[in-house]
């Protein structure tokens, strides 16, 4: 069964360095997403891109954060300068469309990053 | 106020037990989405509805659209069910999900 891959799974790194994260959606989706989840807390929306484009972003979304589709394959997300208050689960997740046959979504595993 | 809220927020079961979360939503909403988180951290979809119900194996979906409500209902509940499920609804016009903070459900044989 297709799945969506999240690499790393776990990743720690320093204050104020650059994280990237990666993913791989399912082959012929079109959506695709970033969502965090703070341990202990809800899962919260980061960013929607389609078409080559975020369509949507939260406020939690600000100029540290970007995401790139790099090759047609891959899906990453970016912490330019990482904070303390990054440290999160982030899982990446893909959908064919939006609509109640197609948007059905799709998770990855997650990747675990802790800033100390 | 949560946009969508859930309840309970834990839930003890004996293996064998009909279980029942609920979710209640403020928003309109052009879907529901039910996923299980587990322990592990991954997050799967379990059904995706936006009226009536869904059945798929033991778990059954239901969702009220002019009361803002939905169900997901387990039957003959197995300590392999034991994880946290979570509802989440796509408001109009959005691409994102809104989560509730789950229901960590645990299955004791």
């Known amino acids: 069964e297709p799945e969506v891959t999240q690499t790393p799974s776990h990743q720690v790194t320093q204050m104020g360095q650059e994280v990237i994260l990666r993913c791989v959606p399912i082959?012929?989706?079109?959506?695709f997403y970033w969502y965090r989840q703070i341990l202990g807390q809800k899962v919260e929306f980061l960013v929607s891109?389609?078409?080559?484009?975020?369509?949507?972003k939260s406020e939690i979304f600000d100029d540290q954060f970007s995401v790139e589709r790099p090759d047609g394959s891959n899906f990453t997300l970016k912490i330019r300068s990482t904070k303390l208050e990054d440290s999160a689960m982030y899982f990446c997740?893909?959908?064919?469309?939006?609509?109640?046959?197609?948007?059905?979504?799709?998770f990855g595993e997650g990747s675990r990053l802790t800033v100390l | 106020k949560n946009e969508v809220e859930q309840s309970p927020q834990n839930l003890t079961a004996q293996e064998g037990e009909f279980i029942t979360i609920n979710c209640s939503y403020s928003?309109?909403?052009?879907?529901l989405h039910w996923l299980q988180q587990h322990p592990g951290g991954g997050i799967v979809s379990l059904f995706m509805?936006?009226?009536g119900k869904k059945k798929h194996g033991r778990l059954i979906a239901t969702i009220n659209i002019q009361e803002k409500h939905s169900s997901l209902h387990i039957t003959a509940s197995h300590p392999r069910d034991s994880a946290v499920y979570i509802c989440?609804?796509?408001?109009?016009?959005?691409?994102?999900?809104?989560f509730g903070t789950g229901t960590r459900l645990q299955v004791f044989p």
């Open positions: 082959s012929n989706h079109l959506y």
């Open positions: 891109f389609y078409n080559n484009e975020i369509s949507e």
């Open positions: 989440a609804v796509r408001s109009y016009n959005t691409d994102k999900l809104i």
């Open positions: 997740a893909s959908s064919e469309g939006v609509l109640m046959y197609t948007g059905e979504l799709f």
């Open positions: 509805l936006s009226s």
């Open positions: 928003v309109g909403i052009s879907a």
